[in-house]
């Protein structure tokens, strides 16, 4: 078991960037920051796919080998007119099992520091949720945070802002928009505690389920020699409390607060974000549908060799490591007195090969250890991965 | 050729780790887990075991026809591991007498309560006019299988209703009105069309389907094509469900649920050979808690082979016992009286904690924290061991919860 106190780390983490290097990207601007968006025709196309192989063993028992090709993504971009434009991605996972739309948006900028932004769109709720591609990554998983605590990739039906500030040696980068916001499968869903993924109802693009939009923004404040800091809040009511405008339910608040870093020292790059989930659950089930949960990862990435390996020219072979941690369900049982568990510790271990920065391999070694709610005999899985992700 | 070297180091260096075992975690000790189908399955068992497996472990949400009310989401929710329960997904019953006759409140939601309920709908709650109320925590599921297949004979062979044998342990079977869809086997043994119930801490239920079924509407507000009605709130004057049709499962996944309960493996022993363990099992013998807790018994013909005509060590009678006013909650199954326990099977108690979040809770409520303590709860028939426990020696006392920690 992990017996490092994660919050720790994450805290010392999130002063990194105090020790940073320069470096030009926002979070803000991960969107439009892919390989494809450099052609002369009106409109570019292009995409990234995944795939990966699997060999796990939970408790010493092993489902085998198998291989899983999870995304492939679809990438519609086109400048309307000068300061109007649009962006769409398509996504498909394990083959055709799931199809989506996950951005289609348009842009028009009335200022670098006034941009309105209409659509589907990628909500700004921490930064890997806006920035999440795996060609960028090392590792095949998702942060556990990224997935467990904020449901990446969430995007939504909404409208709103965005703009970039300069001042002094500084970015300052916001996002705000109204969505319609997750609904009712937060709680008493089929994983049987409080998930946000579960509350990600398609019908959230045709409608409002509870006709009260959700805000979600993010405020980041880039150092090109520090790297960049980034707060992010989402809030808004998830249940259907009104059917045909009758109350038939209390109204029921969800909020996301969210912190995300990432940074260069030298050559070691370092990224990571810590989210606090808290949930308006029914007293009757809130200790099975907790209130609150958070979870963070921090990745540390070293490039061991830059060179011309079998002649690609400036390949890099990597190193990383992630620490990641999440807790679903903060808080003690009401008449023990004792801590409800439901955690799920994380390390991992990578080496990644890029012949171009936006084409990886990566070999990965995973280890959880897992508590349910009653924080029984931890349960340990780990397993072996090997992906490849590119953009094309 | 350096490109070539530095790629064939990191490929060996990371195949070496994939070959290197220790990076898995390794499987616990068996006999550390509960956990586990039945030695000697065949092939189509052992699949019909894992289908029930993954039915077992099956989260219910809102849309899948949880509630409208209910107690817990999952059967694994309740028997984690397999094993026992917490008070987190204990069930409490309710009823009262009326007239001398006891009545289970049906009129007012009972005889269980169901304390949660899905979003915009209200739990029940104990009516006042209760008279007894009682919780229940969720027993270890393992062996079950083979308890079913003990006949009647047996548990009746082990009955003293009038203490014949005066050794202050009587033992009843408590008889239960059969549902419609019992189907009797050829080792039932009826009495004036009822059946020996011996599922449940009242031995409530005949069957694992009774049992099972039960459990899927009771526990958890799923229905079944063994009974098609969901709960309401009648309490709250609601008479309409989850707007989810009925059945939410299926006559083959309860089916499916019951094979994998029968088909678990008993729990497993530690230590058996240490002189304290052997040693404690003496006094275990010596001062007649054995009067109860049967250490042996043995099965029927089953339709399971591998569960037929075994001996098991379950320790337990499957009959109903006095235990004395402490552990009279004043509530009731069939012939059962309120102060009557079926004796609690002892086998896996040295595991429970390992299902109870670390700390656990014996007795049928979960009141006790320790085994001391437990059978310090014991009164009634169980008196004469009690007090017999109470003086034995420190060291003799240690033994003797070294031996039940090894079942």
């Known amino acids: 078991m992990l017996k490092i106190d994660m919050t720790i780390v994450f805290i010392l983490l999130l002063l990194a960037p105090i020790f940073g290097q320069q470096d030009t990207s926002v979070v803000q601007d991960a969107i439009y920051d892919r390989p494809f968006i450099t052609s002369d025709f009106p409109v570019a196309l292009g995409g990234y796919l995944e795939g990966n192989t699997n060999y796990f063993s939970e408790d010493g028992v092993s489902e085998g080998f198998s291989m899983e090709f999870r995304r492939f993504n679809i990438f519609l971009y086109s400048t309307i007119i000068p300061r109007v434009r649009f962006l769409a991605e398509l996504e498909f996972e394990h083959g055709t099992e799931e199809i989506a739309i996950e951005t289609a948006q348009v842009e028009f900028e009335f200022l670098q520091a006034l941009i309105l932004r209409a659509g589907i769109m990628v909500v700004p709720i921490g930064a890997y949720n806006v920035n999440h591609d795996p060609p960028k990554y090392e590792f095949v998983e998702r942060p556990l945070e990224a997935t467990q605590i904020i449901p990446s990739t969430l995007s939504d039906i909404g409208f709103g802002f965005n703009g970039k500030i300069f001042w002094n040696n500084l970015l300052f980068t916001y996002d705000a928009y109204l969505v319609n916001g997750l609904s009712d499968g937060i709680i008493l869903n089929d994983q049987g505690r409080t998930f946000l993924e579960s509350g990600k109802s398609e019908e959230r693009f045709a409608e409002d389920n509870n006709g009260s939009p959700t805000f979600s923004g993010r405020l980041a404040v880039k150092s090109f020699k520090f790297g960049e800091l980034g707060i992010s809040y989402y809030s808004g009511i998830y249940n259907s409390f009104q059917i045909e405008g009758e109350i038939v339910d209390a109204k029921r608040n969800i909020e996301i607060a969210a912190i995300d870093f990432n940074t260069k020292i030298e050559k070691l790059i370092i990224q990571g974000e810590f989210a606090v989930n808290s949930i308006d659950v029914p007293k009757d089930i809130s200790e099975i549908f907790g209130t609150k949960q958070w979870g963070g990862y921090v990745d540390i990435v070293y490039p061991i060799i830059q060179a011309n390996i079998l002649g690609f020219d400036n390949s890099v072979i990597n190193l990383a490591v992630r620490l990641e941690r999440v807790d679903y369900n903060v808080g003690e049982f009401a008449e023990t007195g004792k801590n409800i568990y439901d955690d799920i510790n994380g390390l991992s271990f990578a080496i990644s090969f890029r012949p171009a920065s936006g084409t990886v391999l990566k070999a990965n070694y995973i280890h959880y250890w897992s508590r349910d709610v009653l924080g029984n005999p931890t349960v340990k899985t780990a397993g072996f991965q090997f992906g490849i992700a590119t953009y094309f | ?407």
């Open chain 2, 1 to 407: 050729m350096k490109g070539i070297i530095y790629i064939l180091s990191l490929c060996t260096t990371f195949f070496i780790a994939v070959s290197c075992s220790e990076l898995l975690p390794p499987e616990p000790e068996q006999e550390t887990v509960l956990a586990g189908p039945i030695e000697d399955l065949t092939p189509q068992q052992l699949r019909d075991h894992l289908v029930g497996d993954e039915q077992f472990g099956r989260i219910f949400g809102q849309e899948d026809g949880l509630g409208p009310i209910f107690v817990s989401n999952a059967c694994e929710s309740c028997h984690i591991g397999d094993g026992k329960g917490h008070p987190l997904t204990t069930l409490t019953r309710f009823g009262k007498y009326s007239g001398g006759i006891w009545d289970p409140m049906v009129e007012e939601g009972g005889p269980q309560l169901q304390n949660r309920s899905i979003a915009g709908y209200p739990p029940e709650t104990i009516p006042g006019d209760a008279t007894g109320v009682t919780r229940l925590m969720p027993p270890a599921v393992t062996g079950l299988g083979y308890l079913a297949a003990v006949p009647d004979a047996v548990i009746l062979e082990l009955a003293d209703p009038d203490d014949s044998d005066g050794d202050g342990i009587s033992g009843v079977p408590n008889y239960i009105q059969p549902l419609d869809y019992f189907m009797p086997l050829p080792s039932h043994i009826p009495s004036n069309g009822k059946y020996i119930g011996r599922f449940g801490k009242k031995a409530g239920a005949i069957d694992l389907l009774q049992q099972i079924v039960t459990a899927y509407k009771e526990d958890m507000g799923i229905t079944s094509d063994f009974d098609l009605q969901d709960n309401f709130n009648i309490q709250a004057g609601l008479t309409t469900g989850d707007f989810v049709d009925d059945p939410e499962v299926s006559a083959a996944i309860v089916n499916n649920v019951v094979f994998y309960v029968r088909t678990l493996k008993v729990p497993p022993r530690r230590d058996e050979n240490d002189i304290d363990v052997i040693a404690g099992e003496n006094l275990f013998n010596q001062i007649n808690c054995s009067g109860c807790h049967r250490p042996s018994l043995v099965t029927g013909f089953s339709d399971v082979t591998t569960l037929s005509n075994k001996t098991i060590h379950p320790y337990a009678d499957m009959l109903l016992h006095d235990m004395g006013s402490e552990l009279d909650d004043g509530y009731t199954e069939g012939t059962a009286l309120t102060s009557e326990w079926r004796t609690a099977p002892l086998w896996g108690i040295g595991l429970a904690e390992d299902s109870q979040g670390g700390s656990p809770f014996y007795l049928h409520d979960g009141r006790a924290s320790t085994l001391e303590s437990a059978i310090g709860f014991h009164g009634g028939e169980a008196s004469n061991s009690r007090d017999e426990f109470n003086n034995l020696s420190t060291n003799e006392k240690d033994q003797l919860i070294i031996f039940l920690k090894s079942l």
